[in-house]
């Protein structure tokens, strides 16, 4: 297993192997409050619906129970419940903080948590956001390059990406 492990970082570290953050990375991490974040499936659609199961067809994944919230109260609304669970303080878990040591210089992740921006804070990194929506554009992503001394992000054109050190 470690000769495993030893592959990946090695991987990591020459660029060859993205590393990929689901929800999976949050499994025994707990808020300040001591709450545990949400790391599976399961856990989340309990968290978006106040500890309620859902029906099974809407529990087998939680993009189904997410998509059923959305229709019923809207997107404000399920927008309004995962900035909740994400903005909750909790400290990086060992994996973020082992990968970004690794210097790769693309990460992809799924969730929703601004924990690896957060780390990222003081080095300047590209940021693509994904639109799940359908809209007349050909993009179905916005870019975003972050401004350490401003501390914010600004909307800029693909060529950014050519001088970018990080992008997420």
Request: charged content about 30%; some cysteine.
């Amino acid at each position: 297993m470690s000769e495993i492990i030893e592959t990946i970082k090695k991987e990591l570290r020459n660029q060859t192997t993205v590393p990929y953050f689901g929800l999976g990375i949050f499994e025994g991490t707990k808020t300040k409050e001591g709450e545990q974040m949400p790391f599976d499936s399961d856990s989340m659609i309990l968290t978006l619906n106040n500890g309620r199961p859902m029906s099974q067809r809407l529990m087998f994944e939680y993009s189904r129970a997410a998509m059923h919230l959305e229709e019923r109260r809207g997107v404000d609304y399920l927008r309004q419940l995962v900035n909740h669970v994400y903005t909750k303080d909790y400290a990086p878990t060992p994996l973020h903080k082992a990968v970004l040591n690794m210097m790769p210089r693309y990460i992809i992740d799924t969730n929703r948590d601004p924990k690896l921006q957060e780390l990222l804070a003081f080095e300047p990194h590209c940021l693509i956001l994904g639109k799940s929506r359908i809209t007349a554009e050909k993009d179905r992503f916005e870019l975003y390059e972050y401004d350490v001394e401003n501390k914010k992000y600004f909307l800029v054109e693909e060529e950014a990406l050519d001088d970018a050190k990080k992008i997420l």
